[in-house]
Each structure stands twice: as structure tokens, then as C-alpha cells.
T-cell receptor, first 110, second 110 residues
Framework: NAGVTQTPKFRVLKTGQSMTLLCAQD?????MYWYRQDPGMGLRLIHY???????AKGEVPDGYNVSRLKKQNFLLGLESAAPSQTSVYFC?????????FGNGTRLTVT | LAKTTQPISMDSYEGQEVNITCSHN???????ITWYQQFPSQGPRFIIQ???TKVTNEVASLFIPADRKSSTLSLPRVSLSDTAVYYC???????????FGKGTRLHILP
């Protein structure tokens, strides 16, 4: 049972490049979330989804897009990466306010 | 979503009991209290959840007074491996969003 799997684990982008982060969960959870965490800071919610085909904005959605075409997958896209998006990105799925997190994707934008 | 306040950081020694208190004065009737633990370079991990009085599991205890305006996470006989950031979250199980604060950085000393 893998839980929540994030790919890739590391990525370096140049300013202006695009990329997609993939989150996959095998717990049949309806709710999924994308967070970013900057050094010494707590997690900030980027976007979330309450079910297949639905997405909603979190605390810091600007510069990101998401899609939830399948229940088990939640994709986070950066259309034009900026240095301010250098961060660690965590995906989570949840049931009843109990969230399960992936191990993160460390993204550096130069 | 109820606002939470917890200490920014705490130090303790191996073998001690550690208590981390979280204030949530505007907690609503349907809100639950959930604590997460985050080790460096990992995603947060669910520790414990409660509604009132006391909850205990193999990792920690959660004490909630009758007015529910605060809660205390108790870690018995800590070890160096308990050094982590601990987050207190308050919200309804029906809430769409799960918002994290800055957490409490616990440092266990030998």
C-alpha cells in the first residue's frame, strides 16, 4: 500500500519553463491538496479538490493550475516558473480531516 | 476555520514529558482538534485527533478541557527522534480546506 506518491522528487527549472507535478493516492480519498513549504515556514495551501473533476483555490493559488481528471490523481502545473516558486511541494489526500502526505517535491527555479 | 495559536519553539531533554499547548478560542461546536508531526524533509504525519476530554494512542495523548478553547499534546518520555515541528489544526470534518499554521518547532536535547 503506497499511500500518497509524488513525482518527481527533485526538479530544477529555468525561469519561464513549465512543468507538472504528479500526485497519486491509492486510498480512494475524495479530498486532495497541494501545499508549498518554504524554509522555516509552515505549509501554505495552493489548490485543493473535493472530488474528481473539481478544483478550488487555496491560500496562495497564483502562478499555479491544477487538474483532477481521475480520483486517484491530482496534478499541479506551473505554466511559467518564477524564482519565487522555489519551494518544497507536498501533496496530501484526506478523509475526515485526517490527511496523508507524500514525501514532497523539491523544486528550484533559477 | 478556527484560528490557532501555539508556541513557535520549545526545547526539552531526552526522557522528559513534553506538553505543547494550542489555543483556539473561537472553536466551533462541530470542530475537531488534530495534531500533525513533521520531520525535516518529510511530509506531515497525523498523530492524534480529538473532540473533548482525553484521547490516547501509542504515540501521544491529547487533553481537551471542557470549554475546548485550548488543547495540549503530551509526548511521554521524548527521545532525540521526537525533534520535529508539531502542528495543531482545528476544523469541522466537513470543511473543504485544511489550513496549517506555522507549528511548534520542538528540539530535544541529549
Amino acid at each position: 500500500n503506497a499511500g500518497v506518491t509524488q513525482t518527481p522528487k527533485f526538479r530544477v527549472l529555468k525561469t519561464g519553463q513549465s512543468m507538472t507535478l504528479l500526485c497519486a493516492q491509492d486510498m480512494n480519498h475524495e479530498y486532495m491538496y497541494w501545499y508549498r513549504q518554504d524554509p522555516g515556514m509552515g505549509l501554505r495551501l495552493i489548490h485543493y479538490s473535493v472530488g474528481e473533476g473539481t478544483t478550488a483555490k487555496g491560500e496562495v493559488p497564483d502562478g499555479y493550475n491544477v487538474s483532477r481528471l481521475k480520483k486517484q490523481n491530482f496534478l499541479l502545473g506551473l505554466e511559467s516558473a518564477a524564482p519565487s516558486q522555489t519551494s518544497v511541494y507536498f501533496c496530501a489526500s484526506s478523509y475526515g480531516r485526517t490527511s496523508h502526505f507524500g514525501n514532497g517535491t523539491r523544486l528550484t527555479v533559477t | 476555520l478556527a484560528k490557532t495559536t501555539q508556541p513557535i519553539s520549545m526545547d526539552s531533554y531526552e526522557g522528559q514529558e513534553v506538553n505543547i499547548t494550542c489555543s483556539h478560542n473561537n472553536i466551533a461546536t462541530n470542530d475537531y482538534i488534530t495534531w500533525y508531526q513533521q520531520f525535516p524533509s518529510q511530509g506531515p504525519r497525523f498523530i492524534i485527533q480529538g473532540y473533548k476530554t482525553k484521547v490516547t494512542n501509542e504515540v501521544a495523548s491529547l487533553f481537551i478541557p471542557a470549554d475546548r478553547k485550548s488543547s495540549t499534546l503530551s509526548l511521554p518520555r521524548v527521545s532525540l527522534s521526537d525533534t520535529a515541528v508539531y502542528y495543531c489544526l482545528v476544523g469541522d470534518v466537513r470543511d473543504d480546506k485544511i489550513i496549517f499554521g506555522k507549528g511548534t518547532r520542538l528540539h530535544i536535547l541529549p
